[in-house]
């Protein structure tokens, strides 16, 4: 398959710990990175690899992977994380194709 | 710092050929694996396809008959041509770079480092 699956939404309180996960066969196979994208700018990469975050990415992020699900927790939850969070990864097909997940809209209450 | 910035129309017909080139700076275009990515207002991201600096492409296969992806390594550009297109093609359309890692067992991981703002692209006549 070529599908990655993403909740639509999630919400989480001001400093508390959220997960957003991400389904697919090429799970299996690739690590997922993960993008935020704010309204009216593009995405920005938060996530890539087994957990390695970009240089000035705060360390309350962080990735995970079991099986088919890949997470990416935000461990006491700022107001301006507050975004859209999409995971991507290449398809397991073996034809090198790339895949996004449907996203995940994020609310800090 | 490497970045990336898109150019081209922001209005085109139906039926008509879209043309968008990006311009990196900062960086050299001769490395790395270089994509077009779009997203339809209030929608989610849609990858159209990479190219590599030696010229090999891929393609989203639901688009492939309409794509063209190309790059030019002394202007430092690659470019998304797009073919018959109608209101359903109106997005953001980005260009990113595509970066990958090696893990213990020798397996790459893919994913996108460096971004454009995007350009909106708008299908009406």
């Known amino acids: 398959s070529s599908e990655l699956t993403q909740d639509p939404a999630v919400s989480v309180a001001l400093g508390q710990t959220v997960r957003i996960t991400c389904q697919g066969d090429s799970l299996r196979t690739f690590y997922a990175s993960w993008y935020q994208q704010k309204p009216g700018q593009a995405p920005v990469l938060v996530i890539y690899?087994?957990?390695n975050r970009p240089s000035g990415i705060p360390d309350r992020f962080s990735g995970s992977s079991s099986g088919n699900t890949a997470s990416l927790s935000i461990t006491g939850a700022q107001a301006e994380d507050e975004a859209e969070y999409y995971c991507n990864s290449r398809d397991s097909s073996g034809n090198h194709l790339e895949v996004f997940g449907g996203g995940t809209k994020l609310t800090v209450l | 710092q490497v970045q990336l910035q898109e150019s081209g129309p922001g209005l085109v017909k139906p039926s008509e050929t879209l043309s968008l080139t990006c311009t990196v700076s900062?960086?050299?275009?001769?490395?790395?694996?270089w994509s077009w990515i779009r997203q339809p207002p209030g929608k989610g991201l849609e990858w159209i396809g990479y190219i590599y600096y030696s010229g090999s492409t891929n393609y989203n296969p639901s688009l492939k008959s309409r794509v063209t992806i190309s790059v030019d390594t002394s202007k430092n550009q690659f470019s998304l041509k797009l073919t018959s297109l109608t209101a359903a093609d109106t997005a953001v359309y980005y260009c990113a770079r595509g970066s990958y890692y090696y893990d213990s067992s020798s397996r790459a991981h893919y994913y996108f480092d460096y971004w454009g703002q995007g350009t909106l692209v708008t299908v009406s006549s």
């Open positions: 900062g960086g050299s275009i001769s490395s790395y694996c």
């Open positions: 690899g087994k957990n």
